[in-house]
């Protein structure tokens, strides 16, 4: 089914081997490209300087509070927040590098709430080297099966014993702030920049593991929805080349009970609606891989559907009934 799923366009090449980078070696990214737009993501920070990536740093050290800083150096301090979370630690001994561990949750934490209060802006330029901390942290090779390890005879997957990430005191808050900073940023009234956000949001998918696919699922899919309708015709047809993903299908396989009910809608409203032929084709394709996944939750959905217009179409009549004996009732 996948050779079968027609891309209609070139992906851009995958950066996670670049990301992967000790970030105490080199900064995360350059400078910003200029003033922030009042349009694309989030909201133009006022009366700042653009940030701008500072020097390298090459030790953790605390740093003043986001909240108490002046807002003229707040984007800046940002920045170096964003560095500090970039640095990797060896969580194999409890003991190493114990403080150095300590200031990076804590900053992780900071960061977390600084985007979830909303009381502070963040600037276009510092999403995009978030997007890039994220990445340093979260693409990581795993460790060999049990069985790869020790050379014994391969044993149901179920049966393993669940592996336990050393360093999660870390990825579990960047994973919220995966969560928090890029769908609370998503790009609305900006559709490149949407289309643009959807390929950088594909790289993190495809380096997600099942644990963190689970914790953001939910609220993903709901944008990813709406994207499937955009009148936009790219960026529909780039939410659509996430099925072109053997991993993230894989992913979306495993998910499907929790998936399929969020996007069924916009799939059928696509066929029945959409008016780019590129986009109306990858929809068939995409509900197509479904009913071939799971034909009785399609169904499922599909009768959970014409129940949920029967009941729109039935208040829809209602409230016709009673303008129209407001109507009446006016002109008597």
């Known amino acids: 089914m996948f050779k079968n799923f027609k891309k209609g366009g070139q992906r851009k090449p995958s950066k996670s081997s670049d990301s ?23 909201a133009p920070v006022q009366n ?29 301090l940002f920045m170096r927040k964003l560095q500090i979370c970039c640095f990797q630690f060896d969580f194999t001994d409890t003991l190493k590098s114990a403080r150095e561990k300590e200031i990076k949750r804590q900053t992780l934490l900071e960061l977390v709430d600084f985007i979830q209060s909303g009381t502070g802006k963040v600037a276009e330029a510092c999403l995009g080297e978030m997007i890039k901390m994220v990445g340093v942290n979260i693409f990581r090779c795993l460790p060999p099966a049990s069985h790869e390890s020790s050379g014994t005879e391969v044993v149901d997957p179920d049966e ?5 990430e050393p360093s999660w005191q870390h990825l579990q808050i960047v994973y919220e702030l995966l969560l928090r900073g890029l769908l609370k940023y998503w790009p609305l009234v900006n559709c490149q920049k949407e289309v643009l956000f959807l390929g950088e949001l594909e790289e993190v998918l495809e380096e997600t593991q099942s644990t963190e696919f689970q914790r953001c699922m939910v609220p993903l899919f709901r944008k990813i929805a709406r994207c ?10 780039r939410a659509l080349f996430f099925w072109n993903s053997e991993h993230i299908v894989s992913l979306i396989a495993e998910n499907r009970q929790v998936i399929l009910p969020i996007i069924f809608e916009a799939l059928e409203k696509n066929i029945q609606s959409h008016w780019n032929t590129e986009v109306h084709g990858l929809t068939v394709n995409v509900r197509k891989m479904f009913s071939e996944m799971d034909a009785e939750l399609v169904n499922e ?27 009446d009732a006016a002109s008597k």
Request: net charge negative; aromatic share 4%; hydrophobic share 30%.
């Open 48 to 76: 700042t300087v653009e940030p701008v990536v500072p020097p390298p740093m090459t030790h953790v050290e605390p740093l003043p509070l986001l909240g108490k800083s002046p807002a003229a150096e707040r984007q800046n």
């Open 301 to 327: 959905c599909q009768k959970q559907l014409a129940e949920k217009q029967a009941k729109a179409r039935e208040v829809a009549e209602q409230r016709e009934m009673t303008w129209k004996k407001l109507e």
């Open 20 to 42: 992967s980078a000790d970030a105490s070696s080199k900064g995360i990214g350059a400078p910003g490209p200029g003033p922030t737009s009042k349009s694309g993501v989030g």
């Open 228 to 237: 499937l309708n955009s009148p936009h015709f790219q960026v529909a047809e």
């Open 160 to 164: 393993e014993e669940n592996y336990s």
